[in-house]
């Protein structure tokens, strides 16, 4: 049985699991076998930028940034305002992204900045909320924990699972479930997508498992067919351009094909989200954002329909 912080489990037992879980990856089943379905992903986007008022309909969901509606200074009333944009729009809220506050709390889920009754306030705050606009998966950010150098690496783990297993509580009483999002800089705990899966294992707990970030994938040269060894710890999916931008700039078509081609594989019907700082792309002054997300959703959409033809 896994332990975690504050359930048994010392530090140093902590760091072996993560050391012998991360770094080679045994003990993992592959259930690729029999998983194939014919349903679809849906395509969703990101409206920490966008307003949502410009997405175009052919979007199935939107995804929210849930630090920044869990802000602690943002009173009830400010969050009431944009919880009524959002339930007016008539699509699902299906997932969010970045759970845990700004400020501190950024690089705060572990390390030298963590705080553990603040990450409490902000965890409860957060999952309410987001509870409100019906979210099924909440993402968690693997930039949030982290060893920063010179701090003690056994100390961040133990503080990372603590940090993930107080948000499994939270998520289990609003029926969630918590997305980790591993991050590919070096001194985040998780920054590949299997040590990723190794670490919510971890936490020994069902409803924490993990989401695919293309940009972190081909940042650390990770194949895309990691997916299909724990098709079931996938909960959600970021992609983007060259750059970071939307997937239509730059020349990404074949990635994106062979990315669409492993979801198919492994059974993904869940979401992919549009997730990326938006650039102009037909030389106008300003940012259409209407513009730009209605033909980014036809060149995704296009991809897809050539990967379930």
């Not at 590919?184 to 997508?193: G, K, M, N, S, V």
């Not at 040590?195 to 924490?208: C, H, I, L, P, Q």
């Not at 209407?290 to 991809?303: D, N, R």
């Amino acid at each position: 049985m896994l332990h975690f912080a504050g359930q048994g489990a010392s530090p140093t037992d902590t760091n072996k699991i993560v050391n012998n879980c991360c770094a080679t990856g045994v003990q993992f089943k592959n259930h690729k076998e029999d998983k194939k379905m014919s349903e679809r992903f849906k395509f969703g986007i990101v409206v920490d930028v966008v307003p949502l008022k410009d997405v175009p309909g052919g979007y199935e969901y939107f995804e929210v940034p849930a630090s920044i509606h869990g802000d602690p200074i943002l009173c009830d009333a400010d969050w009431e305002v944009w919880r009524d944009q959002y339930i007016a729009d008539g699509r699902p809220c299906m997932t969010t992204s970045h759970l845990l506050g700004p400020g501190m709390l950024w690089q705060g889920g572990s390390g030298k900045y963590y705080d553990r009754e603040l990450i409490a306030f902000s965890l409860e705050r957060e999952f309410k909320r987001m509870s409100q606009l019906g979210v099924k998966y909440i993402g968690c950010w693997g930039g949030h924990f982290r060893c920063q150098e010179g701090f003690d690496r056994t100390t961040a783990i133990d503080q990372a699972l603590s940090t993930i297993n107080m948000a499994a509580d939270f998520a289990a009483k609003y029926d969630m479930q918590i997305a980790l999002e591993p991050q590919a800089e070096p001194d985040t705990l998780f920054p590949r997508y299997l040590e990723g899966v190794a670490f919510a294992k971890m936490t020994g707990r069902s409803n924490v498992k993990v989401m695919a970030d293309l940009n972190y994938f081909l940042e650390l040269g990770q194949p895309l067919e990691d997916i299909l060894k724990y098709p079931e710890y996938c909960l959600n999916v970021h992609i983007q351009g060259d750059g970071g931008a939307q997937p239509n700039v730059g020349d990404r078509r074949d990635i994106l094909k062979h990315l669409f081609e492993v979801l198919k594989e492994a059974g993904y019907d869940k979401g992919v989200s549009v997730a990326c700082p938006w650039v102009i792309t037909n030389g106008a002054s300003e940012i259409d954002y209407a513009y730009e997300t209605e033909k980014t959703l036809k060149f995704v959409q296009e991809i897809r329909d050539e990967v379930y033809e």
